[in-house]
């Protein structure tokens, strides 16, 4: 079993910048593909980010390249997503999620992902 605890989210406005982290336990890290999701209220959750292994292969939704940042510190098992220039329509409860998949490119599907944090609250203001 993994354990996935996200940390860092909160009230920030629009144009700033928020960092989330998402710390593991209980299985070795590295033995996972690591992935963001996002849950806007009212609408379904929908992939953000992923990263290999050992970090040196990235993936992201369409509507966030250029401004968010998936990073990976195995050291300290802990996943981070920095969020530039956020926007009143990224407000949303922030998922990270453990996956085995083999390809970062297979990771978009929540269905690639064994294990599930509890999500943490961004809110962007006007």
């Known amino acids: 079993q993994v354990q996935l605890v996200e940390s860092g989210g909160g009230l920030v406005q629009a144009g700033g910048s928020l960092r989330l982290s998402c710390a593991a336990s209980?299985?070795?890290?590295?033995?996972?593909?690591m992935g963001w999701f996002r849950q806007p209220p009212g609408k379904e959750r929908e992939f953000v980010a992923a990263?290999?292994?050992?970090?040196?292969?990235?993936d992201y939704a369409d509507s966030v390249k250029g401004r968010f940042t998936i990073s990976r510190d195995n050291a300290k098992n802990t996943v981070f997503l920095r969020m530039d220039s956020v926007k009143p329509d990224e407000t949303a409860v922030y998922y990270c999620?453990?996956?085995?998949?083999?390809?970062?490119?297979?990771?978009?599907?929540?269905?690639?992902?064994?294990?599930w944090g509890q999500g943490i609250q961004v809110t962007v203001s006007s």
């Open positions: 999620a453990a996956s085995e998949v083999g390809l970062v490119r297979l990771a978009k599907r929540e269905g690639a992902y064994k294990y």
């Open positions: 209980g299985r070795t890290f590295t033995s996972y593909i």
């Open positions: 990263s290999s292994r050992s970090g040196g292969t990235t």
